[in-house]
C-alpha cells in the first residue's frame, strides 16, 4: 500500500490550489485521511481530517479557507486550498489509515501510511 500525492506549486497570495492524494495496493478500507504540512524549521502540524463517513475537522489557521473531501471508489482525498497566505508555504503530507487485505493471509491493519509530501509555496 502508499499514497501518492500531487497538486502542489507555486502560487500568489490569494490564489488557489487542490491537492490531490490517491492510495493504491491491496487495499480493504481506508478509515480517516488527512493532509499535514510542515514548513521550514517548524513541526509537522495536522491541517485537516476527513473521517470514512465524511465528518471533517481543520485546524483553526485554515478553517473557512480549506476544504478536504474524498472520493472513496477512487481511495482519493483532496485538499481545496483558498485564499492561500505565505504562511500556508509548506510541504504538504498526505496520511490514511488503510487496512489491507492478502489473498494468502487475510487482512492486516488498520495501519498508518503516509505519501511522500508536495511542496506549496505562496509568493507575496
Known amino acids: 500500500v502508499q499514497l501518492q500525492a500531487s497538486g502542489g506549486g507555486l502560487v500568489q497570495a490569494g490564489g488557489s490550489l487542490r491537492l490531490s492524494c490517491a492510495a493504491f495496493?491491496?487495499?480493504?478500507?481506508?478509515?480517516?485521511m488527512g493532509w499535514y504540512r510542515q514548513a521550514p524549521g517548524e513541526e509537522r502540524e495536522q491541517v485537516a481530517l476527513i473521517t470514512g463517513g465524511g465528518t471533517t475537522n481543520y485546524a483553526d489557521s485554515v478553517k473557512g479557507r480549506f476544504i478536504i473531501s474524498r472520493d472513496n471508489a477512487k481511495n482519493t482525498v483532496y485538499l481545496q486550498m483558498n485564499s492561500l497566505k505565505p504562511e500556508d508555504t509548506a510541504v504538504y503530507y498526505c496520511?490514511?489509515?488503510?487496512?489491507?487485505?492478502?489473498?494468502?493471509?487475510?487482512?492486516?491493519?488498520?495501519?498508518?501510511?503516509w505519501g511522500r509530501g508536495t511542496l506549496v509555496t505562496v509568493s507575496s
Open positions: 496520511n490514511a489509515e488503510i487496512v489491507a487485505y492478502y489473498s494468502d493471509s487475510g487482512y492486516y491493519g488498520p495501519d498508518e501510511y
Open positions: 495496493g491491496r487495499i480493504s478500507s481506508i478509515n480517516e
